[in-house]
T-cell receptor
Framework: AQSVAQPEDQVNVAEGNPLTVKCTYS??????LFWYVQYPNRGLQFLLK??????LVKGSYGFEAEFNKSQTSFHLKKPSALVSDSALYFC???????????FGKGTRLSVIA | SAVISQKPSRDICQRGTSLTIQCQVD?????MFWYRQQPGQSLTLIAT?????????ESGFVIDKFPISRPNLTFSTLTVSNMSPEDSSIYLC????????????FGEGSWLTVV
């Protein structure tokens, strides 16, 4: 069975600084990895995904994520954080069987002006 | 991307009543999933709803409590039955299409408060 770990409940970063939100995963086969963001009182918005190919994936709002197979990680990054990036971020994984997404517990990002 | 509409967006419900949440998609999709997000928590899968077959429920969720319908490829409903305050959550509909690499999209959620 697949699983996702987000080791940080909260990440605080100053506006303009780079940010990283960590995610590690476990699947039996090849992983399909996703990042979603949830703004207050909203549903989930898709940010980016890794399927195959280049380990660095670029997504919406300037976010990117790096797939590292040896470390089973898929950390979310942004070179320069904005106050408007403050939200709840979820990492999710599914395996090759077209199964539902399994989510991490979420990391709350707070960008301080 | 798929556009997903959920109704109601919010509701306050009395203990012991039932509420049906509707999920409408703007295109035909093979797989629909219902998730629950309890306050301050992550998303937990309730069930997978595929057209033409009964929903598949995850451990801890039963059909009597969360009956699901999937009459066609663009629509599904989730009913939360005999509600208690512990059912106060966001209920999210999501859809997937095709291969495992395709993105799964989410509706805005139905925010239920049981009093």
């Amino acid at each position: 069975a697949q699983s996702v770990a987000q080791p940080e409940d909260q990440v605080n970063v100053a506006e303009g600084n780079p940010l990283t939100v960590k995610c590690t995963y476990s699947v039996s086969g090849n992983p399909y990895l996703f990042w979603y963001v949830q703004y207050p009182n909203r549903g989930l918005q898709f940010l980016l995904k890794y399927i195959t190919g280049d380990n660095l994936v670029k997504g919406s709002y300037g976010f990117e994520a790096e797939f590292n197979k040896s470390q089973t990680s898929f950390h979310l990054k942004k070179p320069s954080a904005l106050v408007s990036d403050s939200a709840l971020y979820f990492c999710a994984v599914r395996d090759e069987g077209n199964t539902p997404l399994v989510f991490g517990k979420g990391t709350r990002l707070s960008v301080i002006a | 991307s798929a556009v997903i509409s959920q109704k109601p967006s919010r509701d306050i419900c009395q203990r012991g009543t039932s509420l049906t949440i509707q999920c409408q998609v703007d295109s035909q999709v093979t797989m629909m999933f219902w998730y629950r997000q309890q306050p301050g928590q992550s998303l937990t899968l309730i069930a997978t709803a595929n057209q033409g077959s009964e929903a598949t429920y995850e451990s801890g969720f039963v059909i009597d409590k969360f009956p699901i319908s999937r009459p066609n490829l663009t629509f599904s409903t989730l009913t939360v039955s005999n509600m208690s305050p512990e059912d106060s959550s966001i209920y999210l509909c999501s859809v997937g299409q095709g291969s495992a690499g395709n993105t799964i999209y989410f509706g805005e959620g139905s925010w239920l408060t049981v009093v």
